[in-house]
């Protein structure tokens, strides 16, 4: 297996539902980062179609829709994403061991086009309280631990998950296994709606394979040279 450059690990997100400006960041960035992730908002706003135009930038896609729902429902909606050819797309660990086997059957149709299929664990924003809020008790680590087992062992290609957690995830579930983290915010940037945030370098420096970053580089006032500072920081490191 190739070793990631720098610039490969880096995806910007670009969750808007403004089909324009999501156009001209995918633009700005092209052969400067690893790919652009898409969400809810976007794909809400602008469907299978606005995917298209953005990967029609050249840019690898990102397809960040968290299914959840039962396996069935979620391996019909991967196969549908299969038409977009995202390079990666993410379910709810949560929603349980046959729910993950179905997505990661549903992503093997593609053969060798077939993206890494994600779980979810524990989502950047919330906290040991926040969990306890929905009856799980006991800190994040334990339940996102509990979840990256759950989806290895279910054929998942990796996990999404804090900076946090990445070196134990790393150490339990081996160096094959992707490790995708969010919530990264450059030093001195704002968190933001972020609890569990981590730097560029942190979060290689953890284990993780690819890092997601947004606001400190769609909110730049040149997200261009914001991505520049992010890569350099990861060569640094």
Same mark, same amino acid.
């Given at each position: =297996? $190739?070793?990631?450059?720098?610039?490969?690990?880096v995806?910007?997100?670009?969750?808007?539902?403004?089909?324009?400006?999501a156009?001209s960041l995918?633009?700005?960035l092209g052969?400067?980062v690893g790919g652009?992730k898409?969400g809810k908002?976007?794909f809400?706003?602008?469907g299978p179609?606005?995917?298209?135009?953005?990967a029609a930038t050249g840019?690898p896609v990102?397809l /960040?829709?968290?299914?959840h /729902?039962?396996?069935?429902t979620?391996?019909?909606?991967?196969?549908?994403?299969?038409?977009?050819?995202?390079?990666?797309?993410?379910?709810?660990?949560s929603?349980?061991?046959? =729910?993950m086997r179905?997505?990661?059957?549903?992503a093997?149709?593609?053969g060798?086009?077939?993206?890494l299929v994600l779980?979810?664990t524990v989502?950047t924003?919330l906290g040991a309280?926040?969990?306890a809020?929905?009856?799980?008790?006991?800190?994040?680590?334990?339940?996102? =631990?509990r979840?990256?087992?759950l989806?290895?062992?279910s054929?998942? /290609?990796?996990?999404? $998950?804090s900076?946090?957690?990445?070196?134990a995830?790393?150490?339990?579930?081996?160096a094959d296994f992707k490790?995708v983290?969010?919530?990264?915010?450059?030093a001195?940037a704002a968190?933001?709606?972020?609890?569990?945030t981590?730097?560029?370098?942190?979060?290689?420096?953890?284990?993780?394979?690819?890092?997601?970053?947004g606001?400190p580089?769609t909110?730049?006032?040149?997200?261009a040279?914001?991505?520049r500072a992010?890569?350099d920081?990861i060569?640094?490191?």
């Amino acid at each position: =297996m $190739c070793a990631l450059r720098p610039s490969d690990r880096v995806f910007v997100a670009l969750d808007t539902p403004a089909m324009d400006g999501a156009l001209s960041l995918a633009r700005c960035l092209g052969g400067m980062v690893g790919g652009i992730k898409l969400g809810k908002a976007f794909f809400t706003a602008n469907g299978p179609q606005g995917v298209e135009r953005i990967a029609a930038t050249g840019l690898p896609v990102f397809l /960040d829709l968290k299914f959840h /729902d039962i396996p069935n429902t979620v391996a019909d909606a991967v196969r549908a994403a299969l038409a977009l050819a995202p390079v990666m797309l993410t379910v709810h660990a949560s929603g349980g061991a046959a =729910m993950m086997r179905a997505a990661a059957d549903a992503a093997g149709e593609a053969g060798a086009d077939r993206p890494l299929v994600l779980g979810v664990t524990v989502l950047t924003s919330l906290g040991a309280e926040d969990l306890a809020a929905t009856g799980l008790a006991g800190p994040v680590a334990d339940q996102v =631990m509990r979840l990256a087992r759950l989806a290895q062992a279910s054929g998942l /290609d990796g996990v999404v $998950c804090s900076a946090r957690e990445a070196a134990a995830l790393r150490a339990e579930c081996g160096a094959d296994f992707k490790l995708v983290v969010p919530g990264i915010r450059p030093a001195g940037a704002a968190a933001g709606d972020q609890k569990r945030t981590a730097t560029p370098a942190e979060a290689v420096a953890a284990g993780a394979d690819y890092l997601v970053i947004g606001r400190p580089v769609t909110g730049a006032d040149d997200p261009a040279q914001a991505a520049r500072a992010v890569i350099d920081e990861i060569e640094a490191a």
